[in-house]
C-alpha cells in the first residue's frame, strides 16, 4: 500500500557502519554478518531497524522522494558516534525493510540531536513530497543556554591552525631538516605537529 507518511521508533544507542568494517587480503574494506565476532553487530543491527521498521509500518511502501526528520536520542552528552555518520546506517535498514524502495529518495534531511540515560533511540518520520514542504527557522533565542563545548581529541593537532613563532631569542624555532631559524610563518608541521621544517626544505622534499 502506498502512503506519503511513515514513522519508525528503534530503541538502543545508535551506531555507524564504519566501526565495524574489517579489511580482506586484498585491503578492500568489508562488513562482515556472520563471523562470530564483535564486527557482526552492525549488520544485527541494520536487521533490527528492518523489522521494527515493516512491525511499525505494516504494507508500507513510500515510493517517491521524501523529506526526512530524524531525532537522535543519545545516553551521553560526550560519548556518542558521529550524528551525520548514523544516517547511513538507518537508511540502510530502512531501505532493508521494503518501507522505501531507495535511499535516494531522501531528498530533504533535518537532523536533531538530544539525550536521554534511561531511553536512548532514533525516531524517523518520512514525508511524501507530494503533500508536504518544509520549512526549517533558525531563530535568537530569547534566552542563552549553556553552551556545549567540543574539543579535539588528545591525540589530534588540528594541522591548519598556525603556530607563532617565539621572539625570544632562547626560544627560536629551527628547522629540523637544515637547523636554520624560520622567520614568521615560513614552515610546515609533519608528524602530527611534532616536526617542524622549513618551506625551502618542504619544496625540495614535495
Known amino acids: 500500500m502506498n502512503k506519503c507518511y511513515a514513522k519508525v521508533i528503534v530503541l538502543g544507542s545508535p551506531i555507524t557502519k ?62 556518542h558516534p558521529d550524528t551525520n555518520n548514523i544516517t547511513k546506517s538507518i537508511f540502510d535498514g530502512i531501505e532493508k525493510s521494503g518501507l522505501i524502495i531507495n535511499d535516494a529518495q531522501i531528498r530533504r534531511l533535518v537532523i536533531e540531536e538530544f539525550y536521554d540515560k534511561v531511553n536512548p533511540r532514533f525516531e524517523l518520520e518520512l514525508f511524501g513530497e507530494s503533500l508536504y514542504s518544509v520549512n526549517y527557522n533558525v531563530v535568537l533565542k530569547e534566552e542563552k543556554s549553556e553552551k556545549i563545548v567540543y574539543s579535539p581529541p588528545s591525540n589530534r593537532t588540528n594541522k591548519f591552525i598556525k603556530k607563532e613563532v617565539p621572539k625570544s631569542h632562547s626560544d627560536l624555532i629551527l628547522c629540523e631538516l637544515c637547523n636554520k631559524e624560520i622567520i614568521g610563518d615560513e614552515f610546515i608541521s609533519a608528524n602530527n605537529g611534532k616536526m617542524i621544517i622549513c618551506k625551502p626544505c618542504s619544496k625540495k622534499m614535495f
Open 18 to 79: 564504519s566501526n565495524f568494517k574489517l579489511s580482506n587480503t586484498q585491503g578492500r574494506a568489508i562488513l562482515p554478518s556472520n563471523s562470530g565476532k564483535y564486527h557482526d553487530r552492525y549488520a544485527l543491527y541494520e536487521e533490527e531497524i528492518a523489522y521494527a521498521t515493516r512491525v511499525q509500518n505494516p504494507s508500507v511502501t513510500l515510493d517517491e522522494a521524501l523529506i526526512a526528520v530524524l531525532k537522535v536520542y543519545y545516553k551521553s552528552e560526550k560519548r
